[in-house]
C-alpha cells in the first residue's frame, strides 16, 4: 500500500473521488483533520482534530471491485481483529458499523466511482480512537476505543496495526478465502428486533442474520427476505 496523510483536507473519501486516475491501487489516505467529512446518508462525519483515524483506501483491481458486497463487511471485520487486541470486544452491524457495548464505535462509507463501469471503489472508514466526548444528535452517544481501553492509545500504532490487518485480509479476499464462519460470530443485529426502513418502507423486522454470500437474512409480515446492503437502513 502506499500511504498519504494529511493534517487537514475536506474529506479522504473525496480526495480519492476527485484523484483516483493518478493514485495506485491501495493508495491509503488518512488525516488528522477534515472539514466537510461525509457519512452515509449525506450526513456530516464530525471528528475532533487529531483525535481519531480517519481513512479512505482506493481500490482499482478488477479482484476486489467484483467483490463490492463483501468490502466493507471485511474492513469491519478487520477493525474487529485489531480491536480484539486491546481487549475490546466489538460487534458487527451489518453491512457498514462496528458496535461496542451497544455504542457506535466506527462507521465505513463504501463509495464508487463509475464512468461506463466501476472505476474503483473507495472504502472510508472513521474510527473513534481518542476522543471522549461527542457532540450531536445521537440516540445513543457514540464510543471510543479510549473509552473502552481506558486510556488514550498511541494512534500510529493503531493505524499500522489496522492497516496491516486490511492488507491481509483483503490479500485472503483476492484468494478467495471463506470468511463465514468468523465473520458471523460478530452478527449484531442477529435475533433482534428493529424497525427498518426496506426499499423506503418503514417495517418492523427480526433479524436472522447474515447469510454465507453475506446479504442479511429478515423476516416481515411473515415473509422471509434476503436484502443487500443499500436495501435497508436501520433504527434500533
Ligand atoms: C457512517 O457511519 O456514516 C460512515 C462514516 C465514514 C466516515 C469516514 S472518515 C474517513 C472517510 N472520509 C469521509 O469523508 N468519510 C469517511
Request: glycine share 4%; charged share 30%; proline share 1%.
Amino acid at each position: 500500500m502506499k500511504t498519504i496523510h494529511f493534517e487537514t483536507i475536506d474529506s479522504t473519501n473525496t480526495y480519492l473521488k476527485n484523484n483516483y486516475q493518478f493514485l495506485d491501487n491501495m493508495t491509503f489516505v488518512s488525516a488528522d483533520y477534515q472539514s466537510s467529512g461525509r457519512g452515509r446518508n449525506n450526513r456530516n462525519w464530525k471528528s475532533e482534530n487529531g483525535d481519531n483515524l480517519l481513512f479512505s483506501l482506493l481500490i482499482k483491481e478488477e479482484s476486489l471491485i467484483k467483490e463490492f458486497k463483501t468490502l466493507s463487511i471485511i474492513s469491519a471485520f478487520s477493525l474487529i481483529e485489531v480491536l480484539k487486541e486491546y481487549g475490546i470486544e466489538a460487534k458487527l452491524k451489518w453491512p457498514n458499523d462496528v458496535y461496542v457495548n451497544d455504542r457506535k464505535i466506527a462507521g465505513i462509507l463504501l463509495e464508487a466511482v463509475t464512468l461506463n463501469k466501476i472505476e474503483c471503489l473507495i472504502i472510508g472508514m472513521g474510527i473513534n480512537v481518542n476522543q471522549k466526548e461527542f457532540e450531536g444528535d445521537y440516540l445513543r452517544l457514540p464510543t471510543s476505543i479510549a473509552l473502552e481501553y481506558k486510556q488514550d492509545v498511541d494512534l500510529n500504532l493503531f493505524k499500522i496495526m489496522l492497516y496491516a490487518t486490511l492488507e491481509d485480509n483483503l490479500k485472503k479476499v483476492r484468494e478467495n478465502y471463506d470468511f463465514y464462519k468468523e465473520i458471523v460470530q460478530y452478527d449484531y443485529l442477529k435475533d433482534r428486533e428493529v424497525y427498518a426502513l426496506i426499499r423506503n418502507e418503514k417495517k418492523k423486522i427480526k433479524v436472522l442474520g447474515i447469510e454465507k454470500d453475506f446479504s442479511l437474512k429478515v423476516e416481515y409480515e411473515g415473509i422471509i427476505d434476503n436484502l443487500e446492503s443499500g436495501e435497508i437502513s436501520f433504527h434500533i
